[in-house]
């Protein structure tokens, strides 16, 4: 737990400093719980723990949400599909979740979102019958929010004829609606929220560290008391062993990779993850004229068309994938597939040069007998293959808090002793505390500081009330007030606090989920390497040869993501995206001494 005379926002300050002092914790201290795993789960896992008083780490390969937490429809959603398939009890879940993000715990981070379900063209006997049976969809989707979802936040769904569908939504094809009902659901920055998860955790206690790998289990007879990491920003160095009374692997889609490592004491894993690929198109707001989102239903799954600021996100498939997890790679049928789905109700087709970006992710479904990826259960399961490693996989990005303190609560009862229950549905992310009236008084936060009202709403939107140390280092060096070099959305100053504050090491981190430049832009943030690499170098004591590698190692992603998106199936998009190795254990040369000091 942190010292009392410790602000919270300092305490969860993941700066170099605080990863050299976690890094040490990590070899010298016995941990309650070690979590392995830095997406959404993980470290909705480590928050919970340390929120009960416990002894926490977290430990990450990559980046935090570098997997699955990054790349999904940046919705938090109770699921109308699930509704539909009468799954009832993850649709009371997952709108309780909602309403406790949206109200309480990141009203910062998800805000409502408007999206129409377009009732499609057919007889009028047909039109009555889909009305009646949307409409009572969204109904008790309403219902389910209000009764049990914790707190509405959402306004309430309207029924809308043909006309006033195109009035809301006017690249919808006449021809091709007769009408739509309108709802609204919650849209998230993922990778965002994950950062202010694991920084929240640290302002409790948890020594949370990215770059560092788990390569095997530590075992005293047929218990795990631990786990053998390897610091990838210091290659060199040899692993070392982080002991812990229970260890939780919250992996996704590498959750069978865990149990694999038991393997020479034939431990079975107790479930499967079976992996879906998701690819997500992004265009320019200009591409398609609308007010709201659309849910349209395609022959795999579900398609969303969102509104993301001044873009679109568009996805997403549902396939089977059993290539490289790091980095899943999306193919020119995956591209072809979504461009032909979504241009069935716009008026104005789009083409693929209408896309400024392209992302893939992995879901991590819980494997079962059907043939089909999209009939997978999207619940949850805690298993203990072996005592002392607890393994939780399945679900969705919505209910992690509830997955993260289910595997805690199983932790706390094989830890016996007089933990607390889980609190953090009461317990707001940094940023989040006196966020209304911040928000409130934007204008005057604007005047005070002299910038415009449209750069403090946006500071607002992804730091909540952190925003004030971000001004705080604009006023001490008014350079970083400057917009980033094609990219002028984003200011110098969130590059500089991304590496000061919230743990980014590498230039991807920051352009690729500290901000979301990477596919945002045309250019895929090439553009913006070099500026942003000067900045991050600044905070971080980069030399010329380090940002130099630095850039060079994005340009090469961008490259061979792009690539990868003009094969034409899985195998040689993935070939054509393994070209470029990950640049986690390229810093061997990076000086250890800048570390010693509070940047």
Not at 115 to 137: D, E
Not at 393 to 421: E, F, H, N, W
Not at 553 to 571: G, I
Not at 574 to 593: E, F, K
């Amino acid at each position: 737990m942190r010292s009392p005379s410790v602000s919270r926002y300092a305490a969860g300050r993941l700066s170099p400093i605080r990863r050299t002092a976690d890094l040490r914790r990590l070899r010298d201290e016995q941990f309650d719980v070690l979590v392995i795993g830095g997406g959404v789960t993980g470290a909705g896992a480590a928050l919970d723990a340390a929120s009960r008083g416990l002894r926490v780490a977290l430990v990450e390969a990559r980046d935090l949400a570098a997997g699955t937490s990054s790349r999904s429809s940046k919705l938090i959603h109770g699921g109308l599909r699930y509704l539909e398939q009468l799954e009832l009890h993850l649709v009371h879940e997952a709108l309780t979740e909602r309403g406790l993000l949206t109200s309480r715990l990141a009203p910062h981070l998800v805000r409502p979102v408007p999206i129409l379900v377009p009732l499609p063209a057919a007889s009028p006997p047909a039109r009555v019958w889909q009305r009646a049976y949307y409409g009572l969809g969204v109904a008790a989707y309403d219902v389910f929010a209000g009764v049990f979802g914790s707190g509405r936040g959402m306004p309430l769904h309207r029924h809308l004829t043909r006309d006033g569908a195109r009035h809301l939504f006017p690249s919808l094809r006449a021809d091709k609606i007769t009408g739509a009902i309108r709802y609204f659901d919650g849209q998230v920055d993922d990778a965002r929220l994950v950062v202010n998860l694991a920084r929240t955790a640290a302002s409790l206690g948890a020594a949370v560290v990215t770059s560092a790998r788990v390569t095997g289990f530590v075992r005293e007879a047929r218990e795990v008391v631990g786990v053998k990491v390897r610091d990838l920003e210091s290659p060199d160095s040899p692993e070392f062993e982080v002991r812990a009374r229970t260890v939780v692997a919250a992996t996704g889609v590498w959750s069978d990779d865990m149990s694999r490592m038991l393997r020479d004491v034939g431990v079975r894993p107790g479930l499967r993850v079976r992996a879906s690929k998701g690819v997500h198109l992004v265009v320019p707001r200009s591409a398609i004229t609308g007010e709201a989102g659309l849910i349209l239903r395609t022959p795999t799954s579900v398609l969303f068309v969102i509104p993301w600021g001044g873009h679109w996100i568009i996805g997403t498939t549902d396939t089977d994938w059993e290539l490289d997890r790091s980095h899943p790679a999306a193919s020119a049928r995956d591209i072809r597939y979504l461009l032909d789905q979504v241009n069935t109700v716009l008026d104005r087709p789009l083409t693929a040069d209408d896309i400024e970006g392209v992302y893939a992710g992995l879901r991590p479904l819980l494997s079962g007998e059907a043939d089909s990826t999209s009939k997978l259960s999207r619940e949850h399961a805690v298993v203990e293959p072996m005592l002392g490693l607890l393994l939780v996989a399945g679900g969705k990005y919505t209910t992690y808090r509830v997955m993260a303190a289910d595997v805690i609560d199983r932790a706390v009862r094989r830890l016996g002793g007089s933990a607390q229950p889980s609190r953090t549905d009461q317990l707001p992310l940094l940023g989040a505390d006196g966020f209304a009236a911040a928000w409130r008084d934007r204008l005057d936060i604007a005047r005070r500081h002299g910038v415009t009202a449209g750069v403090i709403e946006h500071l607002l939107e992804r730091y909540g009330t952190l925003t004030v140390h971000l001004l705080a280092m604009i006023e001490a060096d008014p350079a970083l007030a400057t917009p980033l070099a094609g990219a002028p959305e984003y200011l110098a100053a969130e590059v500089a606090y991304a590496a000061q504050a919230e743990g980014a090491l590498h230039l991807d981190d920051v352009l690729t989920r500290r901000t979301r430049i990477s596919f945002e832009t045309p250019h895929r943030g090439a553009d913006t390497a070099a500026h942003a690499a000067a900045v991050m170098g600044d905070a971080l004591g980069w030399d010329a040869a380090v940002r130099s590698r630095e850039i060079e190692h994005y340009l090469a992603r961008v490259e061979a993501e792009r690539q990868s998106q003009k094969m034409p199936d899985d195998l040689t998009a993935d070939a054509a995206r393994l070209g470029v190795p990950d640049v986690r254990g390229y810093a061997a040369d990076r000086g250890t001494d800048l570390l010693e000091v509070e940047l």
